[in-house]
T-cell receptor, first 114, second 115 residues
Framework: DQQVKQNSPSLSVQEGRISILNCDYT??????FLWYKKYPAEGPTFLIS?????DKNEDGRFTVFLNKSAKHLSLHIVPSQPGDSAVYFC?????????????FGKGTRLHILP | EAGVTQFPSHSVIEKGQTVTLRCDPI?????LYWYRRVMGKEIKFLLH????????ESGMPNNRFLAERTGGTYSTLKVQPAELEDSGVYFC?????????????FGPGTRLTVT
């Protein structure tokens, strides 16, 4: 049973526009959320995170929004650039133990179109 | 600072054979994790070491998988005997022991193909 769901396997966005990647989770114990970015033949790279005590976290072109009541989070990339083309994984862990395992979604492949 | 390294990058073996994957974490990182991604699916947790001790091995699929981290430095993951469903990309990650952000750094992965 998937605890972290990314329902869009792929997304295409014009360069310069906003990319919005969505993620839903089912486990109420999750209170720390992360986004990882992955290029082919490389491991996932940490991008941005958010704790459940916040509803928004921003880092440059990347913003993550958290809606706890809906158990939903999203990653906004604006403006989108060609180098953003990659697979994006939504992930979650429990706050109680920050060294705990990370639970990943299946990923969304983002294509930035010229 | 060198990143997490994994060896080999790719391994092709026949069903029934044995394969050993190696992970060298970032120096000073006491947490070491193994994950696996089967094609098209999510990255799934296998095992977590804190130094040389197994903290959580709830994700290990069965007793054909054996992970070790002698001396609390590098780790090995042995699959014996390998089955077709073991094919996938095996990632290793490491992080510091801390009460703050759980920022795990991933290696490039070992692609295992069992034929």
């Amino acid at each position: 049973d998937q605890q972290v769901k990314q329902n869009s396997p792929s997304l295409s966005v014009q360069e310069g526009r906003i990319s919005i990647l969505n993620c839903d989770y089912t486990n109420s114990m999750f209170d720390y959320f992360l986004w990882y970015k992955k290029y082919p033949a490389e491991g996932p790279t940490f991008l941005i995170s958010i704790s459940s005590i916040k509803d928004k976290n921003e880092d440059g072109r990347f913003t993550v929004f958290l809606n706890k009541s809906a158990k939903h989070l999203s990653l906004h990339i604006v403006p989108s650039q060609p180098g953003d083309s990659a697979v994006y994984f939504c992930a979650a862990s429990a706050e109680r133990n920050r060294d705990d395992k990370i639970i990943f979604g299946k990923g969304t492949r983002l294509h930035i179109l010229p | 600072e060198a990143g997490v390294t994994q060896f080999p990058s790719h391994s092709v073996i026949e069903k029934g054979q044995t394969v050993t994957l190696r992970c060298d974490p970032i120096s000073g990182h006491d947490n070491l994790y193994w994950y696996r991604r089967v094609m098209g699916k999510e990255i799934k947790f296998l095992l977590h070491f804190v130094k040389e001790s197994k903290q959580d091995e709830s994700g290990m699929p069965n007793n054909r998988f054996l992970a070790e981290r002698t001396g609390g430095t590098y780790s090995t993951l042995k699959v014996q005997p390998a089955e077709l469903e073991d094919s996938g990309v095996y990632f290793c990650a490491s992080s510091r022991i801390q009460g703050g952000v759980n920022e795990q750094y991933f290696g490039p992965g070992t692609r295992l193909t069992v034929t």
